[in-house]
């Protein structure tokens, strides 16, 4: 038998080390993007860059518009697809027996997941903005943003209302207690640090969708912030894509800020979520 | 006769229980008495666990049960189609093989069931508190940390939470399935103990976790086979001089 050239502790090392190569080679594209985009648009971020309207063909003055227009639709993708996304996890996980029915939609909710950003957006033209006749406003833009966000909310509820052992319920029924009761008492309470971290994800791959906003609502230049719901609005995301491509000319400062500042926005939301569920986690008792 | 007849609490007659293709339960009659412990005793997949849940309907969260024949408490149809489930398992209490308190602390736990059937009262809470874990002999162990978690009480001590849990409710009829089988000898005897006091208040029904507690327990023992109720009696009788060739085999250690 020949004795192999390396004896096997050797080729352990090796191996984890390509193991630990291949981790590290997940982590280096998000480092150098967070790190390209702060060094190169730090420079941009001001007050003014905050909190005034751009000027000039948007090539000075800040986004503040479109500031206000991301936080809007969030807010109102939120107010449309949490009861929604929540209510119907809820019902699927806690009440639905398992049918032709369910199996469809659980189908149809996996399907949706996958489905790609653009035709989100050319749905939303069709049948918010054309057909109920709600023109490019916020309101069309955050229900097509909603439509995108649901799937993501219900699966990730259902997962943590599973994630609560069964045997909660059944000692809730025990001791006469309703369904509902059990789920508002028990489940729903236990499950809520995940619950809040799968909205909080859903919201953020909201916030950063171009494509669903640019047929329903997004304004190419809307200095003044809108008045109602029923007006367009400006959007981070939309706004970073405009300057990029669409005006010749403009300073690479103004897009990296533009770019840091929806990061930012990101970023934090998604330190929020990690933080309400370690918080969480840690208080659990089972 | 002097002694009046025993009140029947319990009573299955006829009952034959099936989830998916073979019947869990075959036909099966019996008499629970009031004030009594009953065990419920036999092999693994004798239907004793089963039989136990049919009690308080817990075996309605199983898909594609069927239940035919008749099974009542205090003589009326505890299926019937009127039926309230929540009253009937206020009347009917059940611990479990494990104990599992619920997210909350003592305190919340043993208030659960009352709260939920909407008693707002607390000095009533309080009281019911109080007595409930008197009862199962825990009171003195947690009467000045009723505020703690309840996780942080050990494995004994929970079980004993979880029957004074079902003892806020009075309860007519106390289900208990293998209540001791996760516990050291010293905690099971605390258990029997308690189980001993509860018998002038309740009517108790017992899946023990082995034939030794059967014996130690039972004023009345039913033994389970194969989903048939094989036979039931008193349980000096059946554990000393049982009927049937099976019941013996079983207990003197043949199978199972």
Known sequence: ???????????????????????????????????????????????????????????????????????????????????????????????????????????????????????????????????????????????????????????????????????????????????????????????????????????????????????????????????SLFDQTMALPYHLYVISTQVPGMPEKVQYGTALVLLALVLSLNIVATIVRSYFRRRRQW | MTQPSPTVKVRFDQVTYSYGAAPALQNITLDVYANTITVFFGPAGSGKTTALRLINRLNDLAEGARLSGRLLLDGQDIYARNADVSALRRRVGMVFALPLPLPGTIRENVTYGPRLAGLRDHARLAELTERSLIQAALWNEVKDRLDDPATALSGGQQQRLCIARSLALEPEVLLLDEPTSGLDPISTARVEESLFQLKSHYTIIIVPHSIQQAARVADWAAFFLKGEMIECQEGTALFTTPHDQRTEDYITGRFG
């Open chain 1, 1 to 227: 038998m020949r004795r192999p050239l390396v004896n096997r502790h050797t080729q352990q090392r090796i191996g984890f080390a390509l193991l630990a190569l291949a981790a590290l080679i997940v982590v280096i594209p998000i480092i150098l993007v967070v790190l390209v985009i702060i060094a190169r648009g730090i420079g941009a971020i001001n007050w003014e860059f905050l909190t005034q309207a751009p000027r000039e063909g948007m090539k000075a003055g800040g986004i503040f518009p479109a500031i206000v227009g991301t936080l809007l639709l969030m807010a109102g993708t939120a107010l449309a697809a949490i009861p929604v996304g929540i209510g119907g996890a809820i019902y699927l996980s806690e009440y639905a027996r398992d049918s032709w029915l369910t199996r469809a939609i659980r189908l149809a909710i996996i399907n949706l997941a996958g489905i790609p950003s653009v035709v989100y957006g050319l749905f939303g033209l069709g049948m918010f903005v054309l057909f109920l006749r709600l023109g490019t406003s916020i309101i069309a833009g955050s229900l097509t943003l909603a439509i995108m966000t649901i799937p993501i909310i219900i699966s990730s509820t259902e997962e943590a209302l599973r994630a609560v052992p069964t045997e909660f319920r059944t000692v809730n029924a025990s001791l006469g207690g309703t369904r509902w009761q059990g789920i508002r008492n028990i489940v729903l309470p236990q499950s809520l640090p995940g619950i809040i971290t799968g909205v909080i994800l859903g919201l953020l791959r909201a916030a950063g969708e171009t494509a669903p906003i640019l047929f329903t609502v997004a304004a190419f230049f809307l200095p003044r912030l809108p008045s």
